[in-house]
C-alpha cells in the first residue's frame, strides 16, 4: 500500500507559477514510476506528465509541455510538479498517483491516487 498527500495548490493569476508536492508513504517509493493527473469540472481525469522510477526518464501531455516539469526526489518520497506561465484552462484538482510503467499515460494503469490538490487560474 502507498498513501499520497498532494499539496502547493491554490489560486494564482494567468502567467503565474505554482509548485505542487506529492508526498508518499508506506511501500518503497523508488519502486514506483509516478504521474500527475488532473480533472476540472465536468470533465475526465487527464493525463499531465508522469516520471520513471529514477527520474531521468519523463512524459508529458501536450497541453504542458515546456510548461510544467515534473520531478521527484527518492530520498524524499516525493514528486513534483512546477506549473509555470498558467492560464484560466489548467483549472483542475491535480492528483498525483503511483503506478506499474514508466510512460503510463491511461489512469487505470495507476494504482494509488491522492486526494487531490486545487488549482485555480484567474484570468
Known amino acids: 500500500q502507498v498513501h499520497l498527500v498532494e499539496s502547493g495548490g491554490g489560486l494564482v493569476q494567468t502567467g503565474g507559477s505554482l509548485r505542487l508536492s506529492c508526498a508518499a508513504s508506506?511501500?518503497?517509493?523508488?519502486?514506483?514510476?509516478m504521474g500527475w493527473f488532473r480533472q476540472a469540472p465536468g470533465k475526465e481525469r487527464e493525463f499531465v506528465a508522469a516520471?520513471?522510477?529514477?527520474?531521468?526518464?519523463?512524459y508529458y501531455a501536450d497541453s504542458v509541455k515546456g510548461r510544467f516539469t515534473i520531478s521527484r526526489d527518492n530520498a524524499k518520497s516525493t514528486v513534483y510538479l512546477q506549473m509555470n506561465s498558467l492560464t484560466p484552462e489548467d483549472t483542475a484538482v491535480y492528483y498525483c498517483?503511483?503506478?506499474?510503467?514508466?510512460?503510463?499515460?491511461?489512469?487505470?494503469?495507476?494504482?494509488?491516487w491522492g486526494q487531490g490538490t486545487q488549482v485555480t487560474v484567474s484570468s
Open positions: 498517483a503511483a503506478g506499474r510503467k514508466p510512460s503510463a499515460t491511461m489512469t487505470w494503469e495507476y494504482d494509488y
Open positions: 508506506g511501500r518503497t517509493f523508488s519502486s514506483y514510476p
Open positions: 516520471i520513471n522510477w529514477s527520474g531521468a526518464s519523463t
